[in-house]
């Protein structure tokens, strides 16, 4: 069984940077498309960033020019680095991964456990 496991959230002030990481551990699988994702409370979760196994990533139109997502497909992690943190950006951090087993045609989606971050204004 895969687990995702973040790490990397905090309290920071308004225009501060964080950086979260996201380490998936098991055996036996690849992971296709990895993503980050929050919930701020009594909001749904929304999609924050997404990367290819390729490296071509993509970015919800609030954090485009303030975060960058990255990975490292040799140790199965994925990164989030936020620049000019602003107060709507408090939310729990998801990481996500698409992931094939092998021998299996199908990938299945794998959610990490969360992450908080709170910007301070």
């Known amino acids: 069984q895969v687990q995702l496991v973040e790490s990397g959230g905090g309290l920071v002030q308004a225009g501060g940077s964080l950086r979260l990481s996201c380490a998936a551990s098991g055996r036996g699988f690849s992971i296709n498309d990895m993503y980050w994702y929050r919930q701020a409370p009594g909001k749904q979760r929304d999609l924050v960033a997404g990367?290819?196994?390729?490296?071509?990533?993509n970015y919800a139109d609030s954090v485009k020019g303030r975060f960058t997502i990255s990975r490292d497909n040799a140790k199965n992690t994925v990164s989030l680095q936020m620049n000019n943190l602003k107060p709507e950006d408090t939310a729990v951090y998801y990481c996500n991964a698409q992931i094939f087993y092998y021998g299996s045609v199908y990938s299945s989606p794998y959610w990490g456990q969360g992450t908080q971050v709170t910007v301070s204004s």
């Open positions: 990367i290819t196994s390729g490296g071509v990533t």
